[in-house]
């Protein structure tokens, strides 16, 4: 059975050692005297252990290593953690989660990625219960705009953590510190739906700065965006919420504008005369909005939305269609 821990020393880690992983542990380690992270490989694990920072992502970054348990293997971190956070980017996560054979009934999976889980085509929310058995009870997910940057530099952030009522309180604490201000809501889905919809939004407003659109133009499609973005979660999971909250436009409007939004920069790449190819080819980092657009388009089809953005979006990285023709047409459907 599942060790049990009281709500003030139960164990967290984290799984993945990119950017934003990086961040959750810099995040955790303000409270907890031991945070768990399980890495790519021994060339990671090892250099955070010599060098006191992760040798890829974020080496501003520095950690005491006494507050750290390090580890590659899946297994070991889920056997000490009552609490797992899972950062790995989306495309990598089943092959992540296949390798767990212990137990890990009455553990606690938080979800911090932003995107569709390829082999099964759906949401990590939805991942999980069907693949592992693991209920919405016991899951949460990471939302609002939160780039791991500015964590990083220890600027404000806030964050919004999705769970049910019972696990609020304790979450929150693991989070919160002098520059992450935690927020709680019970909208599992919709904030999960809606950090995977502004990444796609996030191209498309990358991909008119690219063809020369300005600051007015993208006033104009974030607005329509997020009206779209609430089409989208009625459709998908209608309960009360509101768009307006940070967890949903905030993340939409930091991940359309900011520099550090890898989304946006593959959009602009795009708008600029880069194939799709080539402008994934030139990133170092995974822009999750790409994998989404596919799986995202797909079920806005199947429910017969209203969806213009996602589908030039769409179109664009998987129809070769060209972004200056595709976005004429949008700015007539926009208001």
């Given at each position: 059975?599942?060790?049990?821990?009281?709500?003030?020393?139960k164990?967290?880690?984290?799984?993945?050692?990119?950017?934003?992983?990086?961040?959750?542990?810099?995040?955790?380690?303000?409270?907890?005297?031991?945070?768990?992270?399980?890495?790519?490989?021994?060339?990671?694990?090892?250099?955070?252990?010599?060098?006191?920072?992760?040798?890829?992502?974020?080496?501003?970054?520095?950690?005491?290593v006494?507050?750290?348990?390090?580890?590659?293997?899946?297994n070991?971190?889920?056997?000490?953690?009552?609490?797992?956070?899972?950062?790995?980017?989306?495309?990598?996560?089943?092959?992540?989660?296949?390798?767990?054979?212990?137990?890990?009934?009455?553990?606690?999976?938080?979800?911090?990625?932003?995107?569709?889980?390829?082999?099964?085509?759906?949401?990590?929310a939805?991942?999980?219960?069907?693949?592992?058995?693991?209920?919405?009870?016991?899951?949460?997910?990471?939302?609002?705009?939160?780039?791991?940057?500015?964590?990083?530099?220890?600027?404000?952030?806030?964050?919004?953590?999705?769970?049910?009522?019972?696990?609020?309180?304790?979450?929150?604490?693991?989070?919160?510190?002098?520059?992450i201000?935690?927020?709680?809501?019970?909208?599992?889905?919709?904030?999960?739906?809606?950090?995977?919809l502004?990444?796609?939004?996030?191209?498309?407003?990358?991909?008119?700065?690219?063809?020369?659109?300005?600051?007015?133009?993208?006033?104009?499609?974030?607005?329509?965006?997020?009206?779209?973005?609430?089409?989208f979660?009625?459709a998908?999971?209608?309960?009360?919420?509101?768009?307006?909250?940070?967890?949903?436009?905030g993340?939409?409007?930091v991940?359309?504008?900011?520099?550090?939004?890898?989304?946006?920069?593959?959009?602009?790449?795009?708008?600029?005369?880069?194939?799709?190819?080539?402008?994934?080819?030139?990133?170092?980092?995974?822009?999750?909005?790409?994998?989404?657009?596919?799986?995202?388009?797909?079920?806005?089809?199947?429910?017969?939305?209203?969806?213009?953005?996602?589908?030039?979006?769409y179109?664009?990285?998987?129809?070769?269609?060209?972004?200056?023709?595709?976005?004429?047409?949008?700015?007539?459907?926009?208001?």
């Amino acid at each position: 059975m599942a060790r049990k821990a009281s709500e003030n020393d139960k164990t967290i880690g984290v799984l993945g050692s990119g950017s934003f992983a990086t961040a959750i542990v810099k995040m955790l380690t303000e409270n907890s005297k031991i945070v768990h992270w399980c890495v790519r490989n021994e060339f990671v694990k090892g250099a955070i252990e010599l060098r006191h920072h992760n040798p890829t992502y974020l080496t501003a970054v520095n950690f005491n290593v006494k507050h750290l348990h390090l580890t590659t293997d899946v297994n070991e971190l889920v056997t000490a953690c009552d609490i797992i956070v899972l950062a790995t980017p989306s495309i990598y996560l089943s092959d992540s989660l296949e390798k767990m054979t212990c137990d890990y009934s009455g553990k606690i999976f938080v979800s911090a990625i932003k995107g569709i889980v390829p082999k099964v085509n759906d949401v990590v929310a939805h991942y999980l219960r069907d693949e592992f058995k693991i209920g919405f009870r016991s899951q949460a997910v990471i939302a609002g705009p939160c780039h791991a940057e500015e964590v990083a530099m220890e600027r404000l952030s806030y964050v919004t953590i999705a769970t049910i009522e019972e696990n609020q309180k304790m979450l929150s604490q693991k989070f919160a510190s002098h520059f992450i201000k935690v927020n709680c809501s019970a909208d599992i889905l919709g904030n999960e739906y809606s950090a995977i919809l502004k990444n796609i939004y996030a191209v498309g407003a990358g991909i008119a700065s690219g063809l020369g659109y300005g600051d007015n133009f993208t006033a104009v499609f974030v607005t329509n965006a997020i009206r779209e973005m609430e089409v989208f979660l009625e459709a998908i999971h209608e309960m009360p919420r509101d768009v307006n909250e940070s967890a949903y436009l905030g993340d939409l409007l930091v991940t359309a504008y900011s520099l550090f939004s890898r989304n946006r920069n593959l959009g602009n790449l795009i708008g600029k005369g880069y194939t799709v190819k080539s402008a994934l080819q030139s990133m170092n980092m995974i822009a999750e909005g790409y994998y989404a657009a596919d799986s995202i388009y797909k079920t806005s089809q199947e429910k017969n939305m209203k969806t213009p953005i996602i589908d030039a979006v769409y179109r664009i990285l998987y129809e070769e269609a060209n972004a200056e023709i595709e976005f004429k047409k949008l700015t007539v459907l926009l208001n």
